[in-house]
């Protein structure tokens, strides 16, 4: 390893639904990577499960296929070595790491359980902790911690597969008291994968079906009429937050397929906005993000209502990170460039690292 460059580990891909955004965003973040002051080591983990290193270059984006078995790699457990094997036939090749910067969306990368393995082997990453990462993943438990820190949140209701196929009686009767439009989601998943929009009895039951699919708890939320906000926050204890944003949708809601295929969702970045909203949209973002034991960055999208309330609907601990995603075009719109962003993560790991190191686990 080169003493004056650190050593990032960029790991992408993963066995989630958000698998190929994860690549696209991993491959932006390769692309502005100052290779003067990183060694970077590319690692993809594929839909099943197993771990790859993969070629320091863009090629390793454009067509992630793992190489040989020779490319194998294991993050190590012993806190000593802080890195990575290599497994080849007769041996494991050690690899230090400075630090890890997970660009995994969704599940087992997103939800803190790849942040708790980070946290065993003792190696700095980039992002929320474990508890952050696992609040923010489940929309259910985060709205909770929203509730409890007095941030404004829309009517919902929720159930578990179990509830649904013993008594689905009860749910539709919290349905019928609810306000149409409701959004049916997956609690543990983003990037609007397994959402649909019901208008009617009719739709509810194949929207259910289709959540639960992808989850055993299902949310279900009221439309919210508003303008769709987007802050990018970032920071450890003392975080900070970009200028708002502006998503307007020109689909029945800003899903999966308008946010990645087609494209054709109006950005406005910076969105146009009073003074005292944008104000009071960060501040809203970043006590949302307090709110979870945020670390590193996280984007909290908000809708501002006709009588200038601000409701939280959720906050993304790993947002999308392509060149054209809202989390750095806020922070570019800010004066804050995709680059250097990507050196303050990376900061922000190494100090969090630091702070965790001097607190105290045995007597």
């Not at 941030?151 to 149409?180: A, E, H, Q």
């Not at 397994?194 to 299902?218: T, W």
């Amino acid at each position: 390893m080169n003493p004056s460059r650190l050593r990032i580990a960029l790991l992408f891909g993963g066995r989630s639904a958000e698998h190929e955004v994860s690549v696209r965003s991993a491959a932006s973040i390769y692309h502005a990577m100052d290779k003067n002051k990183y060694e970077i080591l590319p690692v993809l983990i594929t839909e099943d499960g197993t771990w790859h290193e993969m070629p320091n270059g863009l090629e390793s984006f454009e067509q992630p296929i793992p190489g040989p078995a020779s490319s194998l790699l294991v993050l190590s457990q012993n806190p000593g070595d802080h890195g990575f094997h290599r497994i080849n036939e007769c041996n494991w090749e050690h690899i230090p790491t400075d630090v890890v910067f997970p660009v995994l969306h969704g599940t087992y990368g997103e939800d803190g359980t790849i942040q708790g393995l980070f946290d065993l082997a003792e190696i700095p990453y980039v992002g929320c902790g474990v508890l952050a990462s696992a609040v923010g993943m489940d929309k259910i438990l985060m709205k909770a911690a929203f509730i409890n820190a007095g941030i404004n949140v829309g009517p919902y209701f929720w159930f578990t597969k179990f509830d649904w196929n013993t008594d689905n009686k009860c749910t539709m009767n919290r349905f019928k008291n609810s306000n149409l439009p409701v959004f049916v989601k997956p609690a543990n998943l983003g990037s609007s994968v397994g959402i649909s929009r019901v208008d009617n009895a009719a739709e509810f039951e194949n929207a259910v079906k289709k959540a639960l699919s992808f989850d055993r708890k299902i949310l279900v939320e009221d439309g919210i009429i508003g303008r769709e906000l987007e802050v990018s926050v970032l920071g450890n204890d003392d975080p900070k937050a970009a200028l708002p944003g502006e998503v307007i949708s020109h689909s029945e809601f800003y899903d999966y397929e308008e946010k990645y295929l087609k494209d054709s969702a109006e950005l406005k970045i910076p969105a146009d906005l009073p003074k005292s909203v944008i104000e009071q949209a960060q501040k809203t973002a970043v006590a949302a993000f307090r709110a979870i034991d945020g670390s590193g960055l996280a984007r909290v999208d908000m809708f501002l209502t006709d009588k200038s309330k601000l409701i939280v609907n959720e906050v993304n601990t790993l947002p999308g990170f392509t060149s054209i995603s809202m989390y750095p075009k806020l922070w570019e719109a800010s004066g804050l460039p995709y680059d250097k962003l990507i050196d303050e993560l990376i900061l922000l790991a190494l100090e969090r690292h630091s702070a965790k190191k001097e607190i105290l686990t045995v007597r």
